[in-house]
């Protein structure tokens, strides 16, 4: 019996309960005090568990709450022989089918030849934004409440009204440690929260903050590249669902705001370096402190290249701008000590933390790994969300180092700075980090989306087959509704084998847009009830630094 794995799914063990002895037809009691769990076999056979007792002898028979079963492999055989039956078919016929696909295709081609034209973007802006909205909203109210937004929400709003970083002393008071998502990650769950008291208006609040940041980050990249932003404009709106994970952006969790400035840090580097090396700073230590793993892995690359002390002393100037400025506060609000004791702190914690896998261990590395897939979230993910953190980074890097000349014709050199930064994260995620928290991924997975729009955008590549791989990487993130991945590859493959003259990006756009629009424009239809933003916490509207605000908060469901 592995009592790990009983406890990651069922919870911590009750002192009253015996799970070493059940009796094989042991008839379970009901217990008050258990949350039932929706269990499953192989084979698909569900059962509720009512007591710990009784789940316990569930999950060591094999039964898990989100378990691969029999039809879930017949379903992704089913859709995989159905696709190559489909390439069987237009190959085999694809003289009849062309002569038809033609006429078809001149009756549609003038909607994403047009999809540059501002008269299109004026038409498409405001039906996709109130899908977005309507989406938001609807997940904002669903959310169940996490103490980790309770805990950035409270520091942030202190910090923008009188520079107190507090979330409480059962957190460790003011500039804790344990305050991992900086600033940066819900300036507009700030904003939200001062205006409305409500967390629902919060979170979307949150949201807008994300897209607007990306959006100033698209107009530099308009100025320094003097390219055609259209498309990064309209899928502004839609790439952040398809990060893993992406309701983190409505908890206010630092890890999508602080990708999203140390990705872009990446392609302004050698456009505007010192603005770059700022952002870099500023995404580690007013966002995340976990993007210093990326940045080690980008700047160590480019700086074994260049082997050039005087840039690397300008560097390091910059760099201490962001750094020097929060240490500065620090200094002063610090409970326990001055800088130098919060940046020891720091260390210790960091090191101490479950997450970061560099506590002392007598396991070895490869012990460990095998250790912490058996335990860790990841044996709850689906079989999407593994394809997706662990299949497609592998890909993406491989086309990077392929393709690395051409990228760096564009961009100047970064093909290879960019595939450490993706590198380093990816390498710590699977091998070091033992809790495989998925929020965690986006250390990598934010680089990979938003590169993918880039090189996209740009049009930067010439190669069908490139421009049919990128399509289809960007879309295998799709999070709503997964059937539609397999149809898109099929009508991207069929949309390029058609075009014998030039590689129609044009269409390509067309489709990414449509299709990830389409995937939250779904919901809108199937639910029954609409969000409502309204209800606020009557304990937050006076103190939300306070004990009776936070256990409201979190029974707020």
Same mark, same amino acid.
């Given at each position: 019996m592995n009592l790990e794995i009983i406890q990651t799914f069922c919870g911590k063990q009750p002192p009253d309960s015996d799970i070493t002895n059940i009796a094989e037809n042991t008839i379970f009691k009901v217990d008050p005090n258990f949350t039932p769990i929706n269990l499953y076999d192989f084979w698909g056979n569900a059962a509720t568990v009512n007591s710990y007792v009784?789940?316990?002898?569930?999950?060591?028979?094999? %039964? $898990?709450?989100?378990?691969?079963?029999f039809f879930d492999i017949l379903e992704i055989i089913g859709i995989g022989t159905l696709s190559a039956f489909l390439l069987f078919v237009v190959f085999k016929y694809r003289k009849n089918i062309k002569i038809h696909f033609k006429t078809v295709i001149k009756k549609v081609k003038i909607l994403p030849s047009r999809i540059n034209s501002r008269?299109?973007?004026?038409? #498409?802006?405001?039906?996709?934004?109130?899908?977005?909205?309507?989406? =938001?909203?609807?997940?904002?109210?669903?959310?169940?409440?996490?103490?980790?937004?309770y805990i950035t929400l409270t520091s942030n709003v202190g910090f923008f009204k009188?520079?107190?970083?507090?979330?409480?002393?059962?957190?460790?008071?003011?500039?804790?440690?344990?305050?991992?998502?900086?600033?940066?990650?819900?300036?507009?769950?700030?904003?939200?929260? =001062?205006?409305?008291?409500?967390?629902?208006?919060?979170?979307?609040?949150?949201?807008? %903050?994300?897209?607007?940041?990306?959006?100033?980050?698209?107009?530099?990249?308009?100025?320094?590249?003097?390219?055609?932003?259209?498309?990064?404009?309209?899928?502004?709106?839609?790439?952040?669902?398809?990060?893993?994970?992406?309701?983190? *952006?409505? /908890?206010g969790i630092g890890e999508i705001a602080s990708m999203v400035v140390f990705t872009n840090a990446i392609y302004l580097f050698h456009k505007n370096r010192n603005f770059s090396i700022i952002l870099f700073a500023i995404s580690i230590f007013f966002g995340k402190y976990l993007t210093l793993v990326g940045f080690v892995g980008f700047y160590l690359s480019q700086?074994? $290249?260049?082997?050039?002390?005087?840039? #690397?002393?300008?560097?390091?100037? /910059?760099?201490?701008?962001?750094?020097?400025?929060?240490? *500065?506060?620090?200094?002063?609000? /610090?409970?326990?000590?001055?800088?130098?004791?919060?940046?020891?702190?720091?260390?210790?914690? =960091?090191?101490g933390h479950q997450s970061s896998g560099l506590k002392e261990s007598d396991t070895s590395l490869v012990d460990g790994f095998v250790s912490s897939i058996s335990v860790s979230e990841f044996i709850n993910w689906n079989d999407y969300e593994k394809i997706r953190v662990l299949i497609i980074p592998i890909i993406f890097m491989l086309f990077i180092l392929k393709n690395r000349e051409r990228i760096n014709n564009l961009f100047g050199y970064i093909a290879l700075p960019l595939f450490y930064s993706i590198l380093l994260p990816y390498c710590w995620f699977w091998i070091i980090n033992p809790t495989k928290w998925i929020r965690l991924s986006q250390h990598f997975t934010v680089v990979i989306i938003i590169s993918l729009i880039y090189f996209i955008n740009f049009e930067l590549f010439e190669s069908r087959f490139n421009l049919a791989l990128l399509a289809i990487l960007l879309i295998q993130f799709i999070d709503n509704n997964k059937s539609?991945?397999?149809?898109?590859?099929?009508?991207?493959?069929?949309?390029?084998?058609?075009?014998?003259d030039n590689l129609s990006y044009q269409k390509i756009k067309f489709l990414i847009f449509v299709i990830i629009l389409i995937d939250i424009m779904i919901p809108y239809f199937e639910k029954t009830t609409f969000g409502n933003?309204?209800?606020?916490?009557?304990?937050?509207?006076?103190?939300?630094?306070?004990?009776?605000?936070? +256990?409201?908060?979190?029974?707020? +469901?």
């Open positions: 009784e789940c316990a002898n569930y999950v060591n028979g094999g %039964w $898990r709450p989100l378990k691969t079963t008269h299109l973007i004026v038409t #498409i802006f405001p039906i996709q934004a109130f899908f977005v909205f309507d989406y =938001i909203r609807t997940k904002s109210v669903r959310l169940p409440s996490f103490i980790d937004e009188t520079l107190n970083y507090n979330a409480g002393s059962e957190f460790g008071g003011n500039y804790s440690v344990q305050l991992t998502s900086g600033p940066i990650s819900d300036i507009g769950g700030v904003i939200g929260w =001062i205006l409305s008291d409500s967390i629902y208006i919060s979170r979307v609040s949150n949201f807008l %903050w994300i897209y607007f940041l990306q959006l100033i980050f698209i107009y530099i990249l308009k100025k320094v590249y003097f390219k055609k932003i259209d498309f990064l404009f309209l899928v502004n709106g839609l790439f952040i669902f398809l990060i893993p994970w992406w309701i983190g *952006a409505l /908890y700086i074994l $290249r260049e082997k050039n002390i005087r840039k #690397i002393n300008n560097d390091f100037f /910059y760099f201490l701008i962001p750094v020097v400025t929060w240490l *500065a506060i620090v200094n002063f609000k /610090y409970e326990n000590g001055n800088a130098f004791d919060y940046i020891r702190d720091q260390i210790n914690f =960091i090191f539609f991945i397999p149809i898109f590859v099929v009508v991207i493959l069929i949309a390029l084998y058609f075009k014998k933003l309204s209800p606020v916490i009557e304990e937050c509207q006076t103190v939300l630094l306070s004990s009776d605000c936070k +256990n409201a908060y979190m029974t707020n +469901n």
